[in-house]
Nanobody, 118 residues
Framework: QVQLVESGGGLVQAGGSLRLSCAAS????????MAWYRQAPGKQRELVASIITDGGSTNYADSVKGRFTISRVYSSNFAYLQMNSLKPEDTGFYYCYARSVDFLRSYWGQGTQVTVSS
């Protein structure tokens, strides 16, 4: 089992920055991918960014490319999402996600609210 705890959300003005943190604990050795998803009111949850353990390959939603950066610090079992040039449409509940190396298990954090005012 893996436990994920997010932090770092809050209220920020458009153009500002926030850094989200995800602390992973438990069987972290089994994780091969971590990601951030978000869900805006009335919308489906969408993938924002992901990072693969082996090689550090990253993937971003088109809407955040060039503004957001996902990273992972293996020694401390943290994943981060640096969000710059925030827009009101980035508002939503952001969730940390992890997937096991055998693709059989998925884990979600409780989420953290990000609100960008115009």
């Amino acid at each position: 089992q893996v436990q994920l705890v997010e932090s770092g959300g809050g209220l920020v003005q458009a153009g500002g920055s926030l850094r989200l943190s995800c602390a992973a604990s438990g069987s972290v050795f089994s994780i091969n991918m971590m990601a951030w998803y978000r869900q805006a009111p009335g919308k489906q949850r969408e993938l924002v960014a992901s990072i693969i353990t082996d090689g550090g390959s990253t993937n971003y939603a088109d809407s955040v490319k060039g503004r957001f950066t996902i990273s992972r610090v293996y020694s401390s079992n943290f994943a981060y999402l640096q969000m710059n040039s925030l827009k009101p449409e980035d508002t939503g509940f952001y969730y940390c996600y992890a997937r096991s190396v055998d693709f059989l298990r998925s884990y979600w954090g409780q989420g953290t609210q990000v609100t960008v005012s115009s």
